[in-house]
């Protein structure tokens, strides 16, 4: 027993020479097996102990439970932490379960008290079956291999398990064989609790009629898909990092081409982790939810929203799904500025800054933006010739001019076209997310629409061999807000 414990210690690295460990002992016969076999070994591997319990006051026995570990501990020579904490009250003032509310008060206290005592390991009594129940649990809820490899040896560095391949008989054994008491928690045989009914039915049904030594197989097989799952991680991280996003990132933007290039176990496993970012405590993300993003992503039309637990909200724009929490929307801000010609104007809503100047038709700039080689001017302008710059003809202008953002029955006559179009039907065209479109700085005189910054200009302020003065705009776009505007039409 010594030995094969030792072995797991040494083969986890779980407690080095000079450390201090937190024995976290319940009065149960696991955690009191655990505190006298590290008291044994204390001596040979050079660590130091600190006995805690928490008492829960959930059973009538827990006073006598907390007298139980304190004799233990006083017969070692061992220190002792202890805490009372009211389960119950603390259970409805949270709204979680009885279950969910001790466990979490469990390691606060277990993590306070190994600060205080500066010990660097928390020890935890879990053996051979309790992995074996976690795998079952986890399998029966429909878990991956998230949920498959069970309980980890060593948790968060600091966090370890040294009984987990230990039996359950061979505690009981080694207890008897000790002489060790110990006390009895009536309701691990309750049968409302699925882990009792995996424990006294499930399990022993199993190892009879199936396999015997189904434990040691359930644990060995966390035991592999624990390693697998550590390399998925570490692949997510890498992925996620390659794309430049951080944890620290409230809302995430992917490119669906890029997600759709991995192979589609990564995939699932990159949308899951992003996903868990938005829960206090990683939970709460199932298959459905995964699936759900992914079938948006992949599949349907180019733009969707999909409103998930959690207030998080995932959206299709085209080539890019967006991950974030759900806004109150109310309606959009809109936005309407006065140009002054010269003069510059900052639009925050449309995180861009623009520059309004009068300059000659002959100007070198025109030419080079407007003219083809021998002087004849370009049927229509790209934004990709002279970025962040646009050239209209100043003569043809119906002042007063404005910039603002779109309105519901905005047209405009884009270049190169004989009649009108929606300017919704533009953004559409130029695959404009919805979010961005009442963003965009759109210059407008008493005739209409005559720019839609960086994408489209109207034909009625197009540049021809007539012109003899032109309103340039110099444009840019702030770096706050990346708002996507692909090559179009100037």
Not at 59 to 78: I, K, N
Not at 313 to 336: F, H, M, P, Q, T
Not at 386 to 404: H, N, S
């Amino acid at each position: 027993m010594l030995g094969k414990v030792k072995k797991t210690i040494e083969k986890y690295q779980m407690i080095r020479s000079g450390e201090g460990v937190l024995v976290a002992v319940s009065g149960g016969p696991d955690s009191v097996a655990l505190l006298a076999i590290l008291h044994k070994l204390a001596p040979e591997l050079g660590f130091r102990l600190v006995v805690a319990h928490l008492n829960h006051g959930l059973r009538p026995e827990a006073d006598e439970e907390e007298h139980l570990v304190r004799e233990l501990s006083l017969s070692m020579g061992l220190p002792m932490e202890s805490a009372r904490a009211d389960i119950l009250d603390l259970t409805r003032s949270l709204g979680k379960s009885v279950e969910d509310t001790a466990r979490g008060i469990r390691y606060s206290f277990l993590d306070e008290a190994a600060s205080r005592v500066h010990a660097d390991r928390i020890a935890l009594g879990h053996h051979l079956h309790d992995q074996a129940e976690t795998v079952l649990m986890n399998l029966l809820r429909g878990s991956g291999p998230e949920g498959l490899k069970g309980m980890q040896p060593v948790r968060d560095r600091r966090y370890i398990r040294p009984l987990l391949y230990t039996s359950s008989s061979e505690i009981r054994a080694f207890l008897a064989d000790e002489g060790l008491s110990y006390a009895l928690d009536r309701s691990n045989e309750d049968p409302k609790y699925m882990r009792n009914r995996i424990r006294h039915e499930l399990l022993p049904m199993l190892d009879r009629q199936y396999k015997t030594g189904i434990a040691m197989i359930l644990a060995r097989t966390a035991e592999v898909t624990g390693r697998e799952d550590d390399f998925m991680q570490d692949q997510v991280r890498l992925v996620l990092a390659d794309w430049n996003i951080s944890e620290s990132t409230p809302n995430v933007c992917l490119e669906i081409a890029k997600l759709r290039a991995l192979h589609e176990a990564l995939a699932r496993r990159i949308v899951k982790t992003l996903l868990e970012r938005f829960s206090p405590e990683e939970k709460g993300v199932f298959h459905s939810h995964i699936q759900a993003v992914l079938d948006l992503a992949f599949m349907g039309k180019p733009s969707g929203r999909l409103y998930l637990p959690l207030a998080v909200e995932a959206k299709r724009d085209y080539g890019r799904l967006i991950l974030g929490r759900r806004k109150n929307n109310g309606s959009s801000v809109n936005y309407c500025y006065p140009v002054a010609v010269p003069g510059r104007i900052h639009v925050p809503e449309g995180q861009m800054v623009l520059e309004f100047s009068i300059i000659d038709a002959d100007h070198p700039e025109v030419i080079e933006l407007t003219r083809e080689k021998g002087g004849a001017v370009r049927a229509c302008t790209l934004e990709v010739q002279k970025a962040g710059q646009v050239c209209l003809d100043y003569e043809r202008l119906a002042f007063p001019l404005t910039i603002r953002n779109i309105q519901p029955g905005d047209r405009m006559q884009p270049l190169g076209m004989e009649g009108t179009k929606k300017v919704k039907a533009v953004f559409i065209d130029r695959k404009v997310s919805r979010d961005d479109r009442c963003r965009i700085p759109l210059l407008a005189d008493a005739g209409g629409i005559l720019w839609i910054a960086g994408l489209c200009l109207s034909e009625a302020v197009r540049i021809t061999a007539g012109t003899r003065q032109v309103l340039k705009v110099i444009y840019d776009q702030g770096k706050e807000k990346s708002i996507e505007i692909r090559e179009g039409l100037l």
